[in-house]
DNA sequence: TGGTGGCACTCAAGCGCTTTAGTGCCCGAT
DNA sequence: ATCGGGCACTAAAGCGCTTGAGTGCCACCA
């Protein structure tokens, strides 16, 4: 009897439920199905596990009609890897780390995210790499995920988003020795920060130069720009741009103003803005959701948009088409923005070497939110480009 | 020689770069800093691994005082337990699975799911879960993902969302094994399908009784409803629930079409109601992108909104509130929701038996886009709410 | 004084996989 | 005839953790 309970607890999971006690216990539910393990197909194959091992990982040490076999009862055994004991013999989680961190409640205002997400799935998924995503309230906390991750052995590496002016990630993950690949660049100076870190860069220069330069041939001289969140590096980065695009033009008065990149703090700047003396001909702003904010502002404020002031959005959405009249925006691809990420995150875990790569340059959608500036008396249009 | 090689081979990563041979290899990148284990507490508390875990997992057979003394040197060493071991010797993985089955294009235009994940990682951060999140195209995709996941031992759960009508998933989880919470309940009929499947459900038919109420009182006579997929139980669920709230009222005129949520789908069908002989007065829109674009077509036909025909979403957003006029929208708090969802899943797996839940009522949010019906000639009012 | 329990703790196996060090075999070179 | 070497494959250890089966010790009762 002893011996009995003895040999049936060591099969474990194999008992299939014996006899119509189906308590549904959660114990009873655990492993319904028997999970194939390569003991499993060495057995059938008639082989040792070791040459299951070298066989399915294409390493030397089997025949190729040995290989074949085995490929072929894995196979139909439906075989899969336990990652848990791939990760336990040292060859990683197969698993990438995403940490969103923001506050709960300006999530998902914006549909950057999810495209993003979703193109870098295409690429992880292909790879069998999957995605452990977890949404925090700030850097610190985001901080303390990638050390526990690290310490939970959870994830091979990690792509990061929304880098910051002095961002203390990539020194953590250094430390860390975790590879990352930044989404979105850190200072354009600095380059790449320790090995194992590459970076996906979007042009935030030239995505400003086209906008800046597309509003001055419309004939517009005052331009301010509804930034987003200043801690955040292309905040900082196209505030600089639109600085040395105006400088480059001898326009004086264009000004940068940053916010939480919410709608109300949109409207509330552009509130203050239209007010002025000389309110700006055209405003930029750093998301969607601003600036279809903005343009209800100004309509509200009895502006026409653009007869008064031309609306540009940094980021084109089914928003853009959803309020009156359609916002022209920059265009950028953020599915392959998030595929190129993923692509580079997987060949740095291949043992390649960090890089920083540069998006293509995002296009203006000219919409019905821009048009010619009214022309204004006390200055000529002569300096044209 | 021989010898000391093995040694240092054995000691693995405690090697510490000897040498300034530092070349940036892959191979060197890896364990930088070097994780603690359970021996290293061992060792330090002068007690046997066994002694350890139990500490350190409040199981009996250690004595207070050594228990706290391994804790503290647990916490000295920052130490965590490595998920990849915990789940081979059986503790499951630590981690939830969630998969959204949506084309890439289409993702991303309501700011739901990301609110939803929001939620859920309230609380499985709280519990030291971690969500392994895919985005595929399909159905049958993300089935075939619950059985890589389940294979590679990857997941200990999953939540499900967009439940359909004849839901292939809950089959296979049950044969699975895996337990999962149903975001969004089944068909109402059916009730719990099969062991270890918890449901969260929105109330639909309330949602649908608010919407309809309001808009009964407000003398709306002629409703129509733009609902989403038609494979989706909820789309279902409301498209039912109208028609019984309309023949309650004795309402002839009340219909739902289905969509693809899409807002190009939401202009297309609404544009053929408004162009009817005796169109709608009032149009329910299954989402904030649908309901917008619906209001921006009423607009450009020359109906006024909310003056000709009355407007409601079935969803709030930032949206509702960027678009003029502001549109009236049912509101539920997504994330709550969310953290319902895996609240339920956690207690599942922490044993807990399988269970529906409901989220409370959605409140109405009237804003602009809804008015009292025109007075209709040849119909009286006097049956009245 | 010997037995008996319970307590605090250790031992060792095992989870599924990788990997290093063998082992046996056959073939060609000496 | 013998040896070396390459090849196909096996044995076994180890990754970090859990867990059932001990082990030694002490208090307590008969």
């Known amino acids: 009897m002893g011996v009995g309970r003895e040999g049936q607890r060591r099969k474990g999971a194999q ?11 959660a114990a009873a539910r655990r492993g319904r199905a028997r999970r194939p393990t390569m003991k499993d197909i060495a057995q059938r194959a008639g082989v040792s596990e070791s040459a299951v091992s ?25 075989w899969r890897p336990s990652t848990a004991a791939r990760a336990l013999s040292g060859e990683g989680a197969a698993t990438v780390g995403l940490v969103l961190a923001r506050p709960a409640a300006t999530l998902g205002v914006d549909s950057f995210f999810l495209q993003l997400i979703s193109g870098i799935q295409e690429i992880l998924s292909d790879r069998g790499l999957g995605l452990l995503f977890q949404v925090v309230e700030d850097v610190t906390a985001e901080c303390a995920v990638y050390r526990r991750w690290w310490a939970e052995h959870r994830v091979d590496g990690v792509l990061v988003v929304d880098p910051r002016t002095d961002d203390p990630r990539p020194a953590l993950l250094d430390e860390l020795g975790l590879p990352a690949v930044v989404i979105g660049a850190l200072t ?77 703090e949109g409207a509330a700047v552009t509130r203050r803005l239209l007010d002025r003396g000389a309110p700006p001909t055209a405003l930029i702003y750093d998301n969607d959701v601003m600036a279809a904010a903005g343009a209800a502002v100004a309509a509200g404020l009895g502006r026409a948009v653009p007869g008064d002031v031309s609306v540009v959005s940094w980021e084109d959405s089914a928003l853009c088409r959803l309020v009156r009249p359609w916002l022209t925006a920059l265009s950028r691809d953020t599915i392959a923005f998030g595929r190129l990420a993923a692509g580079e995150l997987a060949a740095l875990l291949d043992g390649g070497p960090a890089r920083t790569v540069q998006v293509p340059l995002p296009r203006l959608i000219e919409r019905e939110s821009t048009e010619r500036a009214r022309p204004v008396p006390q200055e000529s249009r002569s300096d044209d480009v």
């Open 15 to 25: 008992v299939t439920a014996n006899g119509p006690s189906a308590k549904d216990t």
């Open 54 to 78: 070298f066989a399915l990982n294409d390493r030397p040490g089997v025949s190729e009609v040995t290989r074949a076999r085995v490929r072929r009862v894995a196979e139909q055994l439906g």
């Open 188 to 264: 354009d100076e600095r380059g790449r920060t320790g090995a194992g870190l590459s970076q996906v860069r979007a042009d935030d220069a030239g995505g400003m130069a086209v906008i800046v330069d597309r509003l001055y041939a419309l004939g517009h001289r005052r331009i301010a720009h509804v930034a987003g969140l200043p801690s955040l590096a292309h905040t900082e980065r196209r505030i600089r741009s639109l600085r040395v695009e105006a400088g480059r033009r001898g326009l004086s008065d264009v000004h940068s103003f940053t916010t939480d990149y919410s709608d109300t």
